[in-house]
């Protein structure tokens, strides 16, 4: 059974950090891409960051890239988006997701929704004073 398990939100102030993790099991993460998704009240959700499992690349929305930094620990099989500088447009419940590398749209669109079949539950980030 697929699980991606997201843990390490809350509330931090405009310029905080805060690390989410996504605990994966259930499937072989080496065939996988692994990505985080933001949806914001009444926003669409988006895409902020994938990885490669297998290779390490990343991919970054511009409006994260140079704040948000996602890793792998192999061992532990999980995922983490380390999120610097952080303002309150960040703020929004944030998903971790699971693309089969083969046999999606992942390599084209690593930050679409569309390529990915497996998600988490959530975890809520707000950043305010």
């Known amino acids: 059974q697929v699980q991606l398990v997201e843990s390490g939100g809350g509330l931090v102030q405009p310029g905080g950090s805060l690390r989410l993790s996504c605990a994966a099991s259930?499937?072989?993460?080496?065939?996988?891409?692994i990505g985080w998704f933001r949806q914001a009240p009444g926003k669409e959700r988006e895409g902020v960051s994938s990885?490669?499992?297998?290779?390490?690349?990343?991919y970054y929305a511009d409006s994260v890239k140079g704040r948000f930094t996602i890793s792998r620990d192999n061992a532990k099989n999980t995922v983490y988006l380390q999120m610097n500088s952080l303002k309150p447009e960040d703020t929004a419940v944030y998903y971790c997701?699971?693309?089969?590398?083969?046999?999606?749209?992942?390599?084209?669109?690593?930050?679409?929704?569309?390529?990915?079949?497996?998600w988490g539950q959530g975890t809520q980030v707000t950043v305010s004073s």
């Open positions: 990885i490669n499992w297998a290779e390490g690349s990343t």
């Open positions: 997701s699971a693309a089969p590398k083969y046999g999606s749209t992942w390599y084209v669109r690593p930050l679409s929704d569309e390529s990915y079949h497996y």
């Open positions: 259930g499937f072989t993460v080496d065939y996988y891409g």
